[in-house]
């Protein structure tokens, strides 16, 4: 491996922040506004992929800033690991500026300036985990992360936004300090903390006891931003923020530095030798299986499609964390790969659901009966999502699934592999619902959905109450409609949800381009990766990725 000094790798961390100041002081010219943004999105990417050929030669690009503390630098580091995760944030960020801008005017929400600073710092801090060089550094970013997110989870101003962003920042922070206990104990055991393929050497002859308390420690603290369970109630939480944050938090930014951490101290602190010599690979592995097949149980419950994704994202960033606890080189080509393939499925669907809900102001799978007329696009998106998620052939969720599932019985880890099995199962059984209404079945011949509020598996009931609050809905859809306006949903030309969705031929009429395009576009990304993963450049980050850390190529 040839290190090079440059200054690419902060040049890709600061260029998002530098443009904080711009997009601040246009905020009464927003087409300049976003013009800033695009242009920001666009550097970054095109900075990150620059390094990715030097990168898959061998080569790593280096910024040294100098001492932070003894025996640590404050040193940026684009290696394979770093690329793999800094490529897809900054590519994602361009396609969910696009986004922002149709949602965000779509609603006319309020502090749209403050939302795109603030989206910016977000992904220059997502950058700088990526390329940090050692567990002080990626400490540092991972903690501007959380301040930088703050605004955005808070962003409605409401009680509910409030309370979920001051739960995101108990989470995070409380995440924080055990990610920094983690940190001092290593560099106790070792004199360093700097990220070493294949781990520090020292901590293969150090103190089991307190290496075993330094790996709970790290696996923990990024555990939370990875939702693994108990540590994930923050997440269904946040979804209170607008759809594009929604979409950055479960695909891009928060829940990925989480995942990327624990890759890091898998990789590149530990080793999966030791991390194997240790005995802590099985129990990370036993909580991430528990939480992929329970979180999917939960999501099956969840009548919200916000909150379904949500739960949906607590299982399957458990996939990723599964294939690095298993330790086998297949599993952890699995697991890396579900990084970015989970990124462009799970946007994908937070997309879709941002749209339906500015153009027709659904947010229920319950509401949503042949919605798929109304926005034909926008469902097929979501269908190929879904199935890429639940790991139907061609897309991507079943190259990375298929190296996990192969990974987990190679290791002789049957039990996981029947968890990641069942966890496929329960995946079809809650996306099915949503193609279904959407596509096959009418307002007229659907059926009450089970709720959150309902009994376990069954559906609310229809007493006096219920009925009459119905009634009343229906006679005020009626008088708005009759006053020449659009239903009690906002919908144009009295379309309701009783009466059934006007329909939108495939030609783009159901929203507005800055919305379909970035839909198509990652619904796109997902089934090329499903179909030619290493000519999307993934997979071959990821190979590389595994066999510096284990000596065998996969």
């Known amino acids: 491996m040839t290190e090079i000094t440059s200054l690419r790798p902060l040049a890709a961390v600061l260029v998002s922040a530098v443009a904080i100041v711009p997009i601040l002081l246009s905020g009464s010219r927003p087409n300049v506004r976003e013009s800033w943004t695009a242009v920001a999105a666009l550097a970054k990417f095109g900075i990150v992929a620059s390094m990715v050929p030097g990168v898959l030669a061998g080569d790593t690009y280096v910024t040294d800033l100098g001492s932070f503390l003894p025996g640590a630098r404050f040193a940026l580091e684009a290696d394979a690991l770093g690329i793999l995760f800094a490529l897809l944030a900054s590519f994602l960020w361009i396609v969910t500026s696009s986004y922002s801008i149709g949602y965000m005017r779509g609603l006319d929400e309020h502090g749209q300036t403050r939302y795109f600073a603030a989206f910016a710092a977000s992904v220059s801090a997502a950058v700088g985990v990526a390329f940090a060089s050692n567990l002080l550094v990626i400490f540092v970013f991972y903690e501007l992360l959380t301040v930088a997110t703050y605004p955005l989870v808070a962003h409605d101003e409401t009680d509910e936004a409030r309370s979920a962003a001051r739960k995101y920042l108990a989470y995070t922070f409380g995440g924080g300090v055990a990610v920094l206990a983690g940190t001092a104990l290593v560099y106790w055991l070792t004199g360093t903390v700097a990220f070493t393929p294949g781990g520090i050497e020292g901590l293969a002859a150090a103190d089991p006891l307190f290496a075993r308390l330094a790996f709970a420690l790290l696996a923990s603290g990024f555990g939370v931003k990875a939702a693994l369970m108990p540590l994930h109630s923050w997440l269904p939480d946040a979804m209170v923020a607008p759809t594009p944050v929604s979409a950055l938090l479960h695909a891009v930014a928060v829940v990925k530095s989480g995942v990327f951490g624990i890759a890091r101290v898998v990789l590149d602190v530990f080793g999966p030798e030791t991390v194997g010599d240790l005995g802590m690979g099985l129990p990370l592995a036993a909580v991430a299986a528990f ?74 799978i319950s509401d949503m009966a042949g919605i798929g007329r109304r926005m034909p696009l926008t469902m097929a998106a979501f269908a190929v999502a879904a199935a890429g998620m639940a790991g139907i052939p061609l897309v991507a969720g079943f190259v990375s699934k298929y190296f996990l599932l192969i990974g987990s019985i190679s290791a002789g880890q049957t039990l996981f592999a029947v968890a990641l099995l069942v966890s496929g199962v329960l995946n079809i059984a809650y996306f099915w619902p949503v193609v279904y209404t959407a596509f096959f079945e009418s307002p007229e011949e659907t059926d009450e959905k089970p709720l959150i509020g309902g009994p376990f598996g069954g559906r609310l009931s229809w007493g006096p109450a219920a009925v009459a609050e119905a009634d009343a809905d229906t006679d005020a859809d009626t008088d708005a409609v009759a006053d020449g306006g659009g239903d009690a949903y906002g919908h144009e030309g009295g379309h309701d949800h009783a009466g059934g969705w006007e329909r939108r031929g495939w030609t783009g009429g159901e929203s507005t381009w800055f919305m379909i395009a970035p839909i ?31 000596g065998v190529s996969v």
């Open 520 to 550: 198509l576009v990652t619904a796109l990304g997902s089934v090329v990766l499903g179909i030619v993963p290493d000519g999307a450049v993934f997979l071959r980050i990821v190979r590389l990725i595994v066999a510096g850390a284990t």
């Open 291 to 364: 939480t992929l097949v329970v979180a999917s149980v939960i999501a099956l419950r969840q009548d919200n499609l916000k909150r379904r994704l949500a739960f949906s994202t607590v299982s399957q960033l458990s996939y990723i964390v599964l294939g690095l606890a298993v330790l086998a080189p297949t599993s952890l080509v699995g697991g890396l790969l579900h990084i970015p393939a989970h990124g462009f499925m799970k946007i994908t669907l937070f997309f879709a659901a941002g749209a339906l809900h500015v153009e027709t102001h659904t947010d229920d």
